[in-house]
Protein backbone atom coordinates (compact mmCIF):
# COMPACT_ATOMS: atom_id res chain seq x y z
CA UNK A 1 0.00 0.00 0.00
CA UNK A 2 3.11 2.50 0.80
CA UNK A 3 4.41 2.07 -2.28
CA UNK A 4 1.61 2.48 -4.54
CA UNK A 5 0.92 5.55 -2.51
CA UNK A 6 4.72 6.82 -3.50
CA UNK A 7 4.34 5.49 -6.74
CA UNK A 8 1.30 7.75 -7.67
CA UNK A 9 2.90 10.93 -6.08
CA UNK A 10 4.96 10.57 -8.15
CA UNK A 11 3.13 10.53 -11.32
CA UNK A 12 0.76 13.21 -9.90
CA UNK A 13 3.72 15.85 -9.60
CA UNK A 14 5.58 14.49 -12.84
CA UNK A 15 2.17 15.08 -14.58
CA UNK A 16 1.97 18.71 -13.26
CA UNK A 17 5.49 19.28 -14.14
CA UNK A 18 4.68 17.92 -17.72
CA UNK A 19 1.68 19.81 -17.97
CA UNK A 20 3.55 23.02 -16.98
CA UNK A 21 6.13 22.46 -19.18
CA UNK A 22 4.21 21.95 -22.34
CA UNK A 23 1.58 24.89 -21.53
CA UNK A 24 3.81 27.27 -20.41
CA UNK A 25 7.08 27.61 -21.81
CA UNK A 26 6.30 29.29 -24.98
CA UNK A 27 3.54 31.35 -26.86
CA UNK A 28 0.39 29.86 -27.48
CA UNK A 29 -1.28 29.40 -30.34
CA UNK A 30 -3.21 32.48 -29.37
CA UNK A 31 -0.67 34.31 -28.43
CA UNK A 32 0.59 33.92 -32.13
CA UNK A 33 -2.13 34.91 -33.77
CA UNK A 34 -3.04 37.88 -31.70
CA UNK A 35 0.14 39.75 -32.21
CA UNK A 36 0.69 39.83 -35.75
CA UNK A 37 -2.75 41.61 -35.90
CA UNK A 38 -1.74 43.98 -33.03
CA UNK A 39 1.19 45.14 -34.68
CA UNK A 40 0.00 46.06 -38.01
CA UNK A 41 -3.31 47.50 -36.72
CA UNK A 42 -2.31 50.84 -38.26
CA UNK A 43 -1.53 49.09 -41.49
CA UNK A 44 -4.83 47.29 -42.54
CA UNK A 45 -5.87 48.05 -46.14
CA UNK A 46 -9.09 47.66 -47.23
CA UNK A 47 -11.32 48.50 -50.74
CA UNK A 48 -13.68 51.01 -50.28
CA UNK A 49 -16.67 48.56 -52.27
CA UNK A 50 -15.55 45.73 -51.00
CA UNK A 51 -14.61 46.09 -47.31
CA UNK A 52 -14.19 42.60 -46.37
CA UNK A 53 -11.01 42.83 -47.95
CA UNK A 54 -8.41 43.30 -45.34
CA UNK A 55 -4.71 43.49 -46.54
CA UNK A 56 -1.64 44.17 -44.84
CA UNK A 57 0.40 45.80 -47.84
CA UNK A 58 -1.28 48.47 -50.23
CA UNK A 59 -2.37 47.28 -53.32
CA UNK A 60 -5.37 46.50 -55.51
CA UNK A 61 -8.73 44.99 -54.92
CA UNK A 62 -8.80 41.09 -55.70
CA UNK A 63 -12.29 41.85 -56.60
CA UNK A 64 -12.48 44.69 -58.18
CA UNK A 65 -8.61 46.04 -58.95
CA UNK A 66 -9.35 49.57 -57.44
CA UNK A 67 -6.98 50.66 -55.13
CA UNK A 68 -6.73 49.91 -51.24
CA UNK A 69 -7.40 52.59 -48.99
CA UNK A 70 -5.96 52.33 -45.41
CA UNK A 71 -8.37 51.55 -42.82
CA UNK A 72 -8.25 54.31 -40.52
CA UNK A 73 -8.52 53.85 -36.27
CA UNK A 74 -12.07 54.88 -35.65
CA UNK A 75 -13.40 58.53 -34.42
CA UNK A 76 -12.03 60.65 -31.57
CA UNK A 77 -13.95 60.06 -28.56
CA UNK A 78 -14.17 63.61 -27.97
CA UNK A 79 -14.90 64.12 -31.79
CA UNK A 80 -16.71 61.01 -32.83
CA UNK A 81 -17.75 63.15 -36.41
CA UNK A 82 -14.20 63.09 -37.35
CA UNK A 83 -11.61 60.26 -38.81
CA UNK A 84 -8.18 59.26 -36.99
CA UNK A 85 -5.67 58.18 -39.60
CA UNK A 86 -2.03 56.75 -38.71
CA UNK A 87 0.93 58.82 -39.78
CA UNK A 88 1.87 55.39 -41.10
CA UNK A 89 -1.52 55.31 -42.63
CA UNK A 90 -1.67 59.06 -43.92
CA UNK A 91 1.82 58.59 -45.07
CA UNK A 92 1.30 55.52 -47.20
CA UNK A 93 -2.19 56.65 -48.64
CA UNK A 94 -0.08 59.48 -49.49
CA UNK A 95 -2.42 62.38 -47.93
CA UNK A 96 -1.00 65.45 -47.62
CA UNK A 97 -2.54 68.91 -46.45
CA UNK A 98 -2.57 72.60 -47.46
CA UNK A 99 -2.55 75.60 -45.21
CA UNK A 100 -5.51 78.05 -46.32
CA UNK A 101 -4.57 81.33 -46.13
CA UNK A 102 -5.02 84.55 -48.34
CA UNK A 103 -3.93 85.48 -51.47
CA UNK A 104 -3.79 88.23 -54.54
CA UNK A 105 -5.72 85.51 -56.84
CA UNK A 106 -4.85 85.55 -60.57
CA UNK A 107 -6.80 83.59 -63.05
CA UNK A 108 -5.11 81.59 -65.47
CA UNK A 109 -7.02 81.51 -68.74
CA UNK A 110 -6.38 78.73 -71.70
CA UNK A 111 -7.62 80.41 -74.55
CA UNK A 112 -7.79 78.16 -78.19
CA UNK A 113 -7.85 80.36 -81.65
CA UNK A 114 -6.57 80.22 -85.45
CA UNK A 115 -4.29 82.26 -87.22
CA UNK A 116 -6.33 84.77 -89.95
CA UNK A 117 -5.21 87.04 -92.37
CA UNK A 118 -5.73 90.85 -91.32
CA UNK A 119 -9.09 91.90 -92.91
CA UNK A 120 -7.19 95.57 -93.25
CA UNK A 121 -4.70 94.02 -96.05
CA UNK A 122 -6.64 92.09 -98.18
CA UNK A 123 -6.86 93.79 -101.39
CA UNK A 124 -8.78 92.56 -104.53
CA UNK A 125 -6.73 92.99 -107.80
CA UNK A 126 -9.18 94.07 -110.21
CA UNK A 127 -9.12 94.92 -114.33
CA UNK A 128 -10.12 98.93 -115.00
CA UNK A 129 -10.49 97.99 -118.67
CA UNK A 130 -12.99 95.85 -120.58
CA UNK A 131 -11.52 93.14 -123.05
CA UNK A 132 -10.05 89.75 -123.50
CA UNK A 133 -7.25 88.64 -121.12
CA UNK A 134 -4.12 87.50 -123.52
CA UNK A 135 -2.17 86.47 -121.23
CA UNK A 136 -1.79 85.45 -117.94
CA UNK A 137 1.25 85.66 -115.52
CA UNK A 138 -0.37 84.71 -112.33
CA UNK A 139 -1.76 80.81 -112.71
CA UNK A 140 -2.31 79.17 -109.09
CA UNK A 141 -3.33 80.71 -105.84
CA UNK A 142 -0.49 80.74 -103.68
CA UNK A 143 1.85 83.06 -105.62
CA UNK A 144 3.83 85.97 -104.06
CA UNK A 145 3.28 89.19 -106.11
CA UNK A 146 4.91 92.12 -105.75
CA UNK A 147 3.66 95.74 -106.43
CA UNK A 148 4.42 97.15 -109.93
CA UNK A 149 4.67 93.32 -111.15
CA UNK A 150 2.57 92.22 -114.73
CA UNK A 151 -0.26 90.14 -113.65
CA UNK A 152 -2.11 90.05 -117.24
CA UNK A 153 -2.06 91.47 -120.51
CA UNK A 154 -5.34 92.35 -121.95
CA UNK A 155 -6.73 92.93 -126.02
CA UNK A 156 -9.15 95.79 -125.81
CA UNK A 157 -11.46 96.99 -128.76
CA UNK A 158 -13.05 99.85 -126.67
CA UNK A 159 -8.87 100.97 -125.89
CA UNK A 160 -8.39 100.74 -129.54
CA UNK A 161 -11.14 103.12 -130.85
CA UNK A 162 -10.26 105.91 -127.70
CA UNK A 163 -6.43 105.77 -128.84
CA UNK A 164 -7.88 106.56 -132.03
CA UNK A 165 -9.54 109.28 -130.86
CA UNK A 166 -6.74 110.62 -128.95
CA UNK A 167 -4.29 110.51 -132.09
CA UNK A 168 -6.92 112.29 -134.56
CA UNK A 169 -7.99 115.47 -132.02
CA UNK A 170 -4.47 116.10 -131.15
CA UNK A 171 -3.82 117.21 -134.55
CA UNK A 172 -6.38 119.75 -133.68
CA UNK A 173 -5.51 120.65 -130.00
CA UNK A 174 -5.03 124.14 -130.80
CA UNK A 175 -8.39 124.46 -132.27
CA UNK A 176 -10.47 122.61 -129.99
CA UNK A 177 -8.77 121.62 -127.31
CA UNK A 178 -11.68 120.47 -125.26
CA UNK A 179 -12.18 117.41 -127.63
CA UNK A 180 -8.45 116.65 -126.86
CA UNK A 181 -8.61 117.29 -123.33
CA UNK A 182 -12.17 114.90 -123.31
CA UNK A 183 -9.98 111.90 -125.27
CA UNK A 184 -7.29 112.42 -122.21
CA UNK A 185 -9.66 112.07 -120.12
CA UNK A 186 -11.06 109.10 -121.05
CA UNK A 187 -7.96 107.12 -121.24
CA UNK A 188 -6.95 108.49 -117.53
CA UNK A 189 -10.28 106.85 -116.58
CA UNK A 190 -9.09 103.41 -117.49
CA UNK A 191 -6.09 103.77 -115.47
CA UNK A 192 -3.65 104.48 -118.01
CA UNK A 193 -0.70 107.25 -116.86
CA UNK A 194 0.47 110.19 -117.98
CA UNK A 195 3.00 108.65 -119.08
CA UNK A 196 1.48 106.09 -120.94
CA UNK A 197 -0.94 108.64 -122.75
CA UNK A 198 2.32 110.61 -124.42
CA UNK A 199 3.62 107.43 -125.53
CA UNK A 200 1.05 106.99 -127.40
CA UNK A 201 0.41 110.41 -128.48
CA UNK A 202 4.65 110.97 -129.16
CA UNK A 203 4.26 107.50 -131.59
CA UNK A 204 1.38 107.88 -133.09
CA UNK A 205 0.82 104.84 -133.21
CA UNK A 206 -2.10 102.14 -131.85
CA UNK A 207 -1.04 100.25 -128.99
CA UNK A 208 -3.10 96.87 -129.36
CA UNK A 209 -2.17 94.83 -125.75
CA UNK A 210 -2.09 96.59 -122.17
CA UNK A 211 -0.69 95.21 -119.26
CA UNK A 212 -2.29 95.14 -115.94
CA UNK A 213 -0.21 96.30 -112.65
CA UNK A 214 -0.26 94.61 -109.34
CA UNK A 215 -1.26 97.45 -106.88
CA UNK A 216 0.07 96.19 -103.84
CA UNK A 217 2.79 92.92 -102.57
CA UNK A 218 1.22 89.96 -101.17
CA UNK A 219 -0.08 86.46 -101.44
CA UNK A 220 -2.32 85.26 -104.35
CA UNK A 221 -5.72 84.09 -102.18
CA UNK A 222 -8.00 83.45 -104.88
CA UNK A 223 -7.97 83.32 -109.35
CA UNK A 224 -10.99 84.91 -110.51
CA UNK A 225 -10.14 84.12 -114.32
CA UNK A 226 -8.32 82.09 -116.91
CA UNK A 227 -6.81 83.13 -119.98
CA UNK A 228 -8.88 84.28 -123.18
CA UNK A 229 -11.91 85.00 -120.53
CA UNK A 230 -13.49 88.14 -121.88
CA UNK A 231 -13.77 90.32 -118.70
CA UNK A 232 -15.60 94.31 -118.37
CA UNK A 233 -13.97 96.93 -116.75
CA UNK A 234 -14.35 95.94 -112.20
CA UNK A 235 -13.81 92.31 -113.05
CA UNK A 236 -11.80 91.16 -110.10
CA UNK A 237 -8.65 89.04 -111.44
CA UNK A 238 -7.10 87.79 -108.17
CA UNK A 239 -7.43 88.30 -104.12
CA UNK A 240 -4.48 89.14 -102.56
CA UNK A 241 -3.54 88.97 -98.85
CA UNK A 242 -0.45 90.90 -97.36
CA UNK A 243 0.54 88.70 -94.82
CA UNK A 244 3.14 90.52 -93.13
CA UNK A 245 1.00 91.27 -90.51
CA UNK A 246 -1.66 88.64 -89.47
CA UNK A 247 -4.46 88.15 -86.77
CA UNK A 248 -4.20 85.14 -84.20
CA UNK A 249 -8.60 85.00 -83.15
CA UNK A 250 -9.04 83.18 -80.09
CA UNK A 251 -12.38 81.68 -78.98
CA UNK A 252 -13.94 82.94 -75.67
CA UNK A 253 -16.91 81.56 -73.98
CA UNK A 254 -19.49 83.29 -72.05
CA UNK A 255 -17.66 82.47 -69.28
CA UNK A 256 -14.37 83.69 -70.06
CA UNK A 257 -15.13 86.75 -71.09
CA UNK A 258 -15.86 89.08 -67.37
CA UNK A 259 -11.91 87.99 -67.18
CA UNK A 260 -11.40 89.65 -70.59
CA UNK A 261 -10.22 93.21 -71.12
CA UNK A 262 -9.19 95.16 -73.87
CA UNK A 263 -5.05 95.77 -74.13
CA UNK A 264 -5.25 92.93 -71.57
CA UNK A 265 -1.54 91.08 -71.92
CA UNK A 266 -1.87 87.57 -73.81
CA UNK A 267 1.58 84.93 -74.09
CA UNK A 268 0.75 82.28 -76.86
CA UNK A 269 2.40 79.64 -78.86
CA UNK A 270 1.93 77.27 -82.15
CA UNK A 271 2.26 73.69 -82.58
CA UNK A 272 4.35 74.38 -86.09
CA UNK A 273 6.64 76.93 -84.73
CA UNK A 274 8.16 74.52 -81.30
CA UNK A 275 10.09 76.30 -78.46
CA UNK A 276 8.80 79.98 -79.64
CA UNK A 277 6.50 81.77 -77.42
CA UNK A 278 5.09 85.05 -78.80
CA UNK A 279 3.48 88.25 -76.72
CA UNK A 280 1.04 90.46 -77.06
CA UNK A 281 -2.18 92.38 -76.08
CA UNK A 282 -5.90 92.08 -76.84
CA UNK A 283 -6.42 94.41 -79.60
CA UNK A 284 -10.67 93.49 -79.89
CA UNK A 285 -12.98 91.68 -78.24
CA UNK A 286 -16.12 90.27 -80.35
CA UNK A 287 -19.57 92.48 -78.82
CA UNK A 288 -21.33 89.85 -80.51
CA UNK A 289 -21.84 86.20 -79.51
CA UNK A 290 -21.63 83.88 -82.51
CA UNK A 291 -25.44 82.21 -81.93
CA UNK A 292 -23.90 78.01 -83.20
CA UNK A 293 -20.74 78.44 -81.23
CA UNK A 294 -21.37 80.18 -78.30
CA UNK A 295 -18.06 82.03 -78.59
CA UNK A 296 -16.65 85.32 -78.84
CA UNK A 297 -13.79 86.35 -81.32
CA UNK A 298 -10.77 87.70 -79.23
CA UNK A 299 -8.06 89.36 -81.73
CA UNK A 300 -4.54 89.75 -81.47
CA UNK A 301 -2.71 91.18 -84.17
CA UNK A 302 0.87 89.92 -84.75
CA UNK A 303 3.70 90.74 -87.36
CA UNK A 304 4.99 88.26 -89.40
CA UNK A 305 8.05 89.79 -91.63
CA UNK A 306 9.62 86.29 -91.83
CA UNK A 307 5.80 84.30 -92.99
CA UNK A 308 5.99 81.92 -89.98
CA UNK A 309 2.71 82.47 -89.09
CA UNK A 310 0.28 80.96 -91.70
CA UNK A 311 -3.88 81.47 -91.98
CA UNK A 312 -5.46 78.82 -90.09
CA UNK A 313 -2.62 77.64 -87.97
CA UNK A 314 -3.94 77.10 -84.51
CA UNK A 315 -2.56 78.59 -81.42
CA UNK A 316 -2.70 78.14 -77.75
CA UNK A 317 -3.31 81.09 -75.07
CA UNK A 318 -2.70 81.56 -71.76
CA UNK A 319 -4.48 85.18 -70.29
CA UNK A 320 -2.98 85.97 -66.30
CA UNK A 321 -6.28 87.31 -65.21
CA UNK A 322 -5.81 89.71 -62.09
CA UNK A 323 -9.38 89.50 -59.78
CA UNK A 324 -9.43 92.89 -58.09
CA UNK A 325 -12.44 92.14 -56.88
CA UNK A 326 -11.44 89.04 -54.98
CA UNK A 327 -8.35 90.64 -53.37
CA UNK A 328 -7.26 89.00 -50.10
CA UNK A 329 -9.55 86.13 -50.69
CA UNK A 330 -8.97 82.74 -48.93
CA UNK A 331 -7.44 80.16 -51.48
CA UNK A 332 -7.25 76.20 -51.96
CA UNK A 333 -5.97 73.95 -53.76
CA UNK A 334 -8.67 72.84 -56.69
CA UNK A 335 -7.28 69.02 -56.07
CA UNK A 336 -9.10 69.93 -52.11
CA UNK A 337 -12.55 70.12 -53.16
CA UNK A 338 -14.88 67.10 -53.26
CA UNK A 339 -18.22 67.64 -55.26
CA UNK A 340 -21.48 65.81 -54.55
CA UNK A 341 -23.96 67.43 -57.17
CA UNK A 342 -24.00 71.67 -56.09
CA UNK A 343 -22.32 70.81 -52.84
CA UNK A 344 -18.63 71.21 -52.17
CA UNK A 345 -16.47 69.47 -49.25
CA UNK A 346 -13.32 69.53 -48.10
CA UNK A 347 -11.18 67.41 -45.73
CA UNK A 348 -10.21 69.94 -42.47
CA UNK A 349 -7.57 68.41 -40.51
CA UNK A 350 -7.90 69.32 -36.72
CA UNK A 351 -5.57 71.05 -34.58
CA UNK A 352 -3.11 69.77 -31.52
CA UNK A 353 -3.75 65.97 -31.92
CA UNK A 354 -1.15 63.07 -32.11
CA UNK A 355 -2.46 61.37 -35.40
CA UNK A 356 -3.66 62.92 -38.00
CA UNK A 357 -7.37 63.74 -37.26
CA UNK A 358 -9.70 64.60 -40.07
CA UNK A 359 -13.28 66.11 -40.30
CA UNK A 360 -15.53 66.93 -43.39
CA UNK A 361 -17.23 70.34 -44.00
CA UNK A 362 -18.66 72.32 -46.28
CA UNK A 363 -18.01 75.13 -47.76
CA UNK A 364 -18.89 77.99 -50.41
CA UNK A 365 -16.89 78.53 -53.35
CA UNK A 366 -15.89 81.13 -55.42
CA UNK A 367 -14.42 81.82 -58.91
CA UNK A 368 -12.23 78.81 -60.63
CA UNK A 369 -8.35 80.11 -60.78
CA UNK A 370 -6.67 77.02 -62.79
CA UNK A 371 -5.79 74.92 -60.10
CA UNK A 372 -7.29 76.28 -57.26
CA UNK A 373 -10.51 78.27 -55.85
CA UNK A 374 -11.62 81.25 -54.21
CA UNK A 375 -13.32 80.60 -50.76
CA UNK A 376 -16.36 82.74 -50.13
CA UNK A 377 -17.24 80.92 -46.94
CA UNK A 378 -16.72 78.18 -44.81
CA UNK A 379 -12.71 78.06 -43.71
CA UNK A 380 -10.33 80.24 -41.96
CA UNK A 381 -7.15 81.51 -42.36
CA UNK A 382 -4.36 79.01 -41.06
CA UNK A 383 -6.37 76.21 -41.11
CA UNK A 384 -4.96 73.08 -43.00
CA UNK A 385 -7.23 71.23 -45.61
CA UNK A 386 -6.47 67.68 -47.43
CA UNK A 387 -4.70 68.68 -50.54
CA UNK A 388 -4.01 65.16 -51.98
CA UNK A 389 -5.55 62.16 -51.20
CA UNK A 390 -8.94 63.18 -50.09
CA UNK A 391 -10.59 60.25 -51.54
CA UNK A 392 -8.98 57.80 -49.47
CA UNK A 393 -9.57 59.86 -46.01
CA UNK A 394 -13.44 59.98 -47.73
CA UNK A 395 -13.93 56.39 -48.48
CA UNK A 396 -12.12 55.45 -44.83
CA UNK A 397 -14.77 57.92 -43.44
CA UNK A 398 -17.80 56.00 -45.24
CA UNK A 399 -16.30 52.22 -44.35
CA UNK A 400 -16.88 53.80 -40.87
CA UNK A 401 -20.09 55.13 -40.88
CA UNK A 402 -18.65 58.17 -40.54
CA UNK A 403 -19.93 61.53 -41.89
CA UNK A 404 -18.80 61.96 -45.42
CA UNK A 405 -19.74 63.16 -49.00
CA UNK A 406 -21.87 60.45 -49.58
CA UNK A 407 -23.41 60.77 -46.10
CA UNK A 408 -23.73 64.58 -45.55
CA UNK A 409 -23.89 65.44 -41.60
CA UNK A 410 -26.15 67.70 -39.89
CA UNK A 411 -28.78 65.26 -40.16
CA UNK A 412 -28.84 65.49 -44.04
CA UNK A 413 -29.66 62.13 -44.33
CA UNK A 414 -27.82 59.49 -46.25
CA UNK A 415 -29.13 60.07 -49.91
CA UNK A 416 -26.39 60.58 -52.05
CA UNK A 417 -26.17 62.86 -55.38
CA UNK A 418 -23.49 61.12 -56.80
CA UNK A 419 -25.22 57.76 -56.45
CA UNK A 420 -28.96 58.62 -57.87
CA UNK A 421 -30.17 56.80 -61.72
CA UNK A 422 -30.52 59.36 -64.50
CA UNK A 423 -33.75 61.19 -64.03
CA UNK A 424 -34.06 60.42 -60.31
CA UNK A 425 -34.99 64.19 -58.35
CA UNK A 426 -33.56 65.12 -54.77
CA UNK A 427 -34.99 67.97 -52.91
CA UNK A 428 -32.94 71.25 -52.98
CA UNK A 429 -33.62 71.59 -49.62
CA UNK A 430 -31.49 68.60 -48.31
CA UNK A 431 -28.29 70.39 -50.13
CA UNK A 432 -28.79 74.36 -50.15
CA UNK A 433 -26.36 76.47 -48.17
CA UNK A 434 -27.80 78.03 -44.87
CA UNK A 435 -29.54 81.03 -45.91
CA UNK A 436 -29.81 80.41 -49.77
CA UNK A 437 -32.97 80.05 -51.65
CA UNK A 438 -32.64 76.95 -54.10
CA UNK A 439 -35.34 75.55 -56.66
CA UNK A 440 -37.76 73.01 -55.07
CA UNK A 441 -35.73 69.83 -57.15
CA UNK A 442 -32.85 69.05 -59.02
CA UNK A 443 -32.17 66.36 -61.25
CA UNK A 444 -29.44 64.34 -62.12
CA UNK A 445 -28.86 63.17 -65.91
CA UNK A 446 -26.12 61.08 -68.01
CA UNK A 447 -25.63 62.18 -71.52
CA UNK A 448 -23.63 60.58 -74.04
CA UNK A 449 -21.85 63.08 -76.19
CA UNK A 450 -18.87 62.49 -78.85
CA UNK A 451 -16.03 64.32 -78.27
CA UNK A 452 -12.02 63.72 -78.19
CA UNK A 453 -9.81 65.92 -76.20
CA UNK A 454 -9.47 68.41 -73.61
CA UNK A 455 -10.84 71.20 -75.57
CA UNK A 456 -14.09 69.32 -76.56
CA UNK A 457 -14.48 68.93 -72.62
CA UNK A 458 -14.61 72.53 -72.23
CA UNK A 459 -16.80 73.23 -75.22
CA UNK A 460 -19.36 70.45 -74.22
CA UNK A 461 -19.04 71.79 -70.60
CA UNK A 462 -19.40 75.67 -71.66
CA UNK A 463 -22.41 74.61 -73.89
CA UNK A 464 -24.13 72.72 -70.94
CA UNK A 465 -23.56 75.26 -68.91
CA UNK A 466 -24.88 77.67 -70.98
CA UNK A 467 -28.29 76.64 -70.72
CA UNK A 468 -30.51 78.45 -68.02
CA UNK A 469 -31.08 75.86 -65.39
CA UNK A 470 -28.04 73.68 -65.57
CA UNK A 471 -25.65 73.94 -62.34
CA UNK A 472 -23.24 71.31 -63.17
CA UNK A 473 -21.74 69.46 -65.83
CA UNK A 474 -18.90 67.41 -66.10
CA UNK A 475 -17.77 65.37 -68.90
CA UNK A 476 -15.37 62.03 -69.33
CA UNK A 477 -13.61 61.56 -72.95
CA UNK A 478 -12.72 58.08 -71.61
CA UNK A 479 -16.34 56.97 -71.23
CA UNK A 480 -18.03 59.92 -73.74
CA UNK A 481 -20.59 60.69 -70.56
CA UNK A 482 -21.31 64.16 -69.65
CA UNK A 483 -23.01 64.28 -66.13
CA UNK A 484 -25.04 67.33 -65.59
CA UNK A 485 -27.60 68.84 -62.56
CA UNK A 486 -30.04 70.90 -63.89
CA UNK A 487 -33.41 72.54 -62.57
CA UNK A 488 -36.31 70.93 -63.74
CA UNK A 489 -38.55 73.86 -63.61
CA UNK A 490 -36.32 75.48 -66.08
CA UNK A 491 -35.30 72.77 -68.21
CA UNK A 492 -34.46 69.22 -69.54
CA UNK A 493 -32.10 67.08 -71.04
CA UNK A 494 -33.40 67.74 -74.80
CA UNK A 495 -32.55 71.76 -74.52
CA UNK A 496 -29.32 70.51 -72.60
CA UNK A 497 -28.59 67.92 -75.91
CA UNK A 498 -29.60 70.51 -78.40
CA UNK A 499 -27.32 73.15 -77.35
CA UNK A 500 -24.53 71.02 -77.41
CA UNK A 501 -25.08 69.60 -80.65
CA UNK A 502 -25.08 73.57 -81.79
CA UNK A 503 -21.40 73.60 -80.93
CA UNK A 504 -20.51 70.81 -82.78
CA UNK A 505 -21.02 67.17 -80.29
CA UNK A 506 -23.28 65.00 -81.47
CA UNK A 507 -25.52 63.25 -78.36
CA UNK A 508 -27.39 60.68 -77.86
CA UNK A 509 -30.32 62.21 -79.67
CA UNK A 510 -28.92 65.11 -81.94
CA UNK A 511 -26.39 65.28 -84.02
CA UNK A 512 -24.14 68.57 -84.75
CA UNK A 513 -24.34 69.75 -88.66
CA UNK A 514 -21.28 69.12 -91.21
CA UNK A 515 -20.63 73.01 -91.34
CA UNK A 516 -21.13 73.50 -87.70
CA UNK A 517 -18.59 69.92 -86.99
CA UNK A 518 -16.22 70.86 -89.71
CA UNK A 519 -15.59 74.31 -88.43
CA UNK A 520 -13.86 72.54 -85.34
CA UNK A 521 -10.35 72.47 -84.32
CA UNK A 522 -8.29 69.13 -85.75
CA UNK A 523 -7.69 67.55 -83.22
CA UNK A 524 -11.64 67.20 -82.24
CA UNK A 525 -13.02 65.57 -85.04
CA UNK A 526 -13.91 62.60 -83.42
CA UNK A 527 -16.39 61.39 -86.41
CA UNK A 528 -14.75 58.57 -88.11
Known amino acids: ?207 QDFEIYANTTGIVTARRVSSNDFISAGTVLFEVADLSRVWVLFDAYESDLPYLTKNQKITFSFQAVPGTVYSGSIAFIDPVMDPITRVAKVRVEVSNPAGKLKPEMFATGIVQASLNEARNKLVIPRSAVLWTGKRSVVYVKQPRTGDPLFRIREIELGSLLGNSYLVENGLKEGEEVVSEGAFSVDASAQLEGKPSMMNPPSGRGNTSEAGLNSGDSISASNNAPTGKAMPSTMQKASIRVEGNCDQCKERIEAAAKSVPGVNFANWEAKSSQLEVWFEEEKTNTDAIQRAIANVGHDTGKYKASKAVYKSLPACCLYRK
Open 1 to 207: MKKQIILLTVTLISGILLGWIFFHSGPTETDTLIHPIVKTQGHIWTCAMHPQIRMTEPGKCPICAMELIPLGQGGDTIDPGSIRMTKESAQLANVLTSVVSFQNPVKDLRLYGKVQADERLLQSQVSYLPGRIEKLFVNFTGEVVRKGEVLAVIYSPELITAQQELLETATVKKEQPALYEAAKEKLRQWKLSAKQIAAIESSAKIK
